[in-house]
């Protein structure tokens, strides 16, 4: 009723606002008093803060009510951030101290399953490593000259923050720090260029800039002509004249609910770039092999494409609350039966019998598969209490017992596993336990006839002021050529695709205080400038696209796509390929599992020595468990689909994540694990809870064998932005 009446007004009225008069609305005041109150703060459109105002002066509402600012990131003390939680009291201070511990990321004192992880951070293979790091070394000095040439651009884009040249000291000593982990085949590349050369380069960059800014590809906006995207966007648009001569455009989402409100584009009005002027063409005469070679890919799972089907309810008329609960119930009974599907495939399984017909069992051994709903160490054991289709039982698992105690570290709550033993009284006595894991071996994949090579990146950040902006921009500038050795030339020649796994983007209202710290304060603006940035991706390179946490796009997993009203920019580019998180990539008979990778804080809030600056060892958990976010209820939101999407149904030859901002990468029973970093520097919040990321560092994979080929450092433009 209050909000038609607005409407009809041409008023606006935020839902936390519209909670906060509703109750009072034609009792304590009339439509007429709050629209004038309104216009006497020349605005129309009310918001909470406006709305508790005009309360107060109503005295309807005393000063100490409230609004609770709702987050997606709840505040914390920095010490609860990796708190195990219930089920694992026995291990929380291990965890606490690996997070808050100084970082020292190639010194993992690993407790637990590291064994079975064949990681390449050790060992010979360093010295691979540092030979490069020399290199970078060597061209510091270069570097720091080329920063300052590139200040003096006149195409330099303002973040609003004051520009900043760096001294030696961060830089080597972060270097020091990850330059390990690439083995034989691998090469990790700066992008220094020998001093001249490099001043030429600069210099005829800046002259095609500002030439090209003229041309007509690089407007930011291209004329919409209405077609193609049938979403409601066009047909839901209303405009409003609220007196002051300012028109507001209102964009209506479902049910006619007001879902944004775009002010009139006034140019020249805007205080930061959307980086329009960003222009870079592939370099002159340079080979792009990768455009000869033919296209092989397709996106094999991706959310939009699983038709749910509604849950079942008596009739129409039954409550939400019961709706909502058949849909967990769909939910769990096809996490339970999918997981039944992936343990049947192990040979030492045996006869795999429901939990209500246990007491039918005499004397022999069975297996039984169930959801961990709690899990507790006592003297002797562990104890689970495990749930299926058909009901609940108590497992009591010795220490004595071959993986015992190492298989309970693993298993995170409400995670599906097996157990083979025998039933007693109200209790199952296992022998044994089975995570659902990956086979440990993966039958070699025919060779291809010629190398193509896949980027991976994630979490870009976008509108955030710690954006790497001029890192991105050189990155840009080298995949259109702009080389320093002919290894390099190699890669550049034959990348043919760039899988980008969500955080895309900076958002707007994800944590509390991050208004302060963006560049871009408006979600339209950011997908804007996203766009005119992916738009020097040269047109043979396939981009995959999926959301990510900051994205505009449903918080709760599984995330279907973006929402086109917002991020409509990256939808119009020509080369991109919107995915959903998770999704499924098939490049050339390679399978590629790209999440965002919310899981893996739960991973580190679960399972003893796990840690945010080795993101890899997380995924490696998720993996062994075929799960993406197995734990209900804890930091992960998971949407109550009536299918189970986040469970890894199919081993993937490569498993990306990005979303904790750590480049980090090892082998698993033959799958290629991958977290592939940020492209954000460390933000005051990342400050508070000690994370620290590694931004800048492109992953580059051989398609063929689906493992890490080079990876290239552009940090050297980004390190203290
Ligand atoms: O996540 C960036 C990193 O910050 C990732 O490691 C998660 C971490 N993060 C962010 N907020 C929190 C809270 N509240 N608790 C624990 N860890 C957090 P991004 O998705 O880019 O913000
Ligand atoms: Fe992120
Ligand atoms: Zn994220």
Redesign the pocket.
């Known amino acids: 009723m209050l909000v038609e009446d607005l409407i009809k007004n041409n008023y606006l009225i935020t839902p936390s606002a519209y909670y906060l008069l509703e109750p009072h609305y034609r009792k304590d005041f009339t439509l007429a008093e709050l629209i004038k109150f309104a216009k006497s703060r020349g605005t129309f459109v009310i918001d909470s803060p406006l709305a508790e105002e005009f309360l107060m002066e109503k005295g309807i509402i005393s000063g100490g009510e409230v609004l609770n600012q709702q987050s997606?990131?709840?505040?914390?003390e920095p010490n609860e951030?990796s708190s195990s939680g219930e089920i694992s009291e026995d291990s929380g201070e291990t965890a606490q101290s690996q997070v808050f511990n100084t970082y020292s990321p190639e010194f993992s004192d690993e407790t637990g399953s590291k064994s079975q992880v064949s990681s390449p951070e050790t060992g010979s293979s360093v010295s691979t490593g540092n030979s490069a790091k020399s290199e970078i070394l060597v061209n510091h000095q270069v570097e720091i000259s080329n920063e300052t040439a590139a200040l003096l651009q006149p195409s330099s884009i303002s973040t609003g923050m004051p520009p900043k040249l760096e001294g030696d000291n961060g830089f080597s000593g972060d270097k020091e720090n990850f330059t390990g982990g690439f083995s034989e085949g691998e090469s990790f590349i700066s992008t220094g260029t020998p001093e001249s050369e490099s001043r030429e380069n600069e210099a005829s960059a800046m002259l095609e800039s500002s030439v090209d800014t003229s041309h007509p590809e690089s407007l930011p906006l291209e004329a919409e002509n209405g077609s193609g995207y049938g979403n409601g966007y066009l047909d839901s648009e209303e405009y409003y004249e609220n007196g002051n001569g300012v028109k507001p455009k209102i964009v209506y989402g479902d049910y006619g609910v007001p879902i944004a409100y775009v002010g009139e584009d006034v140019e020249g009005e805007k205080s930061y770039s959307t980086y329009e002027d960003v222009v870079i063409r592939p370099k002159e005469g340079f080979h792009y092999r990768a455009k000869e070679i033919p296209d092989e890919w397709e996106v094999t799972f991706d959310v939009k494409n699983v038709k749910f089907e509604a849950p079942k309810v008596k009739n129409a008329a039954s409550k939400e609350g019961e709706i909502i609960i058949q849909a967990y119930s769909s939910y769990f009974k096809s996490r339970l039966k999918k997981m039944r599907r992936i343990l049947r495939e192990n040979p030492e399984i045996g006869t795999v019998i429901d939990i209500a017909k246990l007491s039918y069992v005499r004397d022999e051994e069975v297996t039984i598969i169930g959801l961990i709903s709690e899990k507790r160490e006592t003297a002797r054991g562990f104890m689970f209490e495990v749930e299926d289709a058909t009901g609940r039982i108590k497992v009591f698992l010795g220490k004595d017992k071959n993986g015992a105690s190492k298989a309970y570290s693993s298993i995170m709550p409400d995670s599906v596993v097996a157990f083979r033993g025998q039933p007693g009284r109200g209790i199952f006595f296992a022998n044994r336990v089975f995570l659902p894991d990956v086979p440990k071996f993966r039958r070699e994949k025919p060779p291809l006839k010629e190398k193509v090579y896949a980027i991976l990146l994630s979490?870009i950040?976008v509108g955030s002021n710690k954006f790497c902006e001029k890192a991105f921009e050189k990155f840009l500038e080298w995949l259109n050529g702009e080389v320093n050795s002919r290894t390099e030339e190699e890669l550049v020649s034959r990348v043919k695709y760039m899988i980008l796994g969500g955080?895309l983007v900076d958002g707007v209202g994800?944590?509390p205080g991050q208004y302060n710290e963006l560049a871009i304060p408006d979600i339209f603006d950011q997908y804007e400038a996203l766009a005119n940035l992916l738009r020097n991706v040269p047109e043979h390179i396939t981009m995959f696209i999926g959301p990510?946490?900051?994205d505009a796009a449903r918080t709760a997993l599984p995330q279907p796509g973006f929402y086109e009203e917002y991020a409509r920019p990256i939808y119009k580019l020509k080369n991109a390929v919107i995915i959903s998180n998770p999704a499924v990539i098939n490049l050339h008979g390679r399978e590629f599992l790209i999440a965002?990778g919310?899981g893996?804080?739960d991973v580190v809030d679960f399972i003893p020595g796990r840690s945010?600056h080795r993101?890899a060892e997380a995924m490696v958990d998720l993996l062994k468990l075929r799960h993406l976010a197995p734990t209900f209820g804890n930091?992960v939101p998971i949407a109550p689909d009536p299918e189970d999407t986040l469970v890894i149904e199919s081993v993937p030859d490569l498993f990306q994540a990005g979303?904790?901002?750590?480049l980090q990468h090892l082998t698993y029973n033959g799958v290629f694990v991958i977290n592939s970093g940020?492209w954000?520097a460390q933000?005051e919040?990342?400050k508070m809870?000690n994370?620290v990321?590694t931004p800048a560092r492109v992953p580059i994979i051989d398609v063929e064998t689906a493992r890490l080929r080079a990876v290239v450092s552009f940090e050297q433009f980004c390190e203290g932005v």
């Open positions: 997606l990131y709840p505040t914390q951030i979490d950040h955080d994800i944590y990510g946490n900051h965002h919310r893996i804080e945010h993101p930091k979303h904790v901002h750590v940020t954000q933000t919040f990342q809870v994370i990321p």
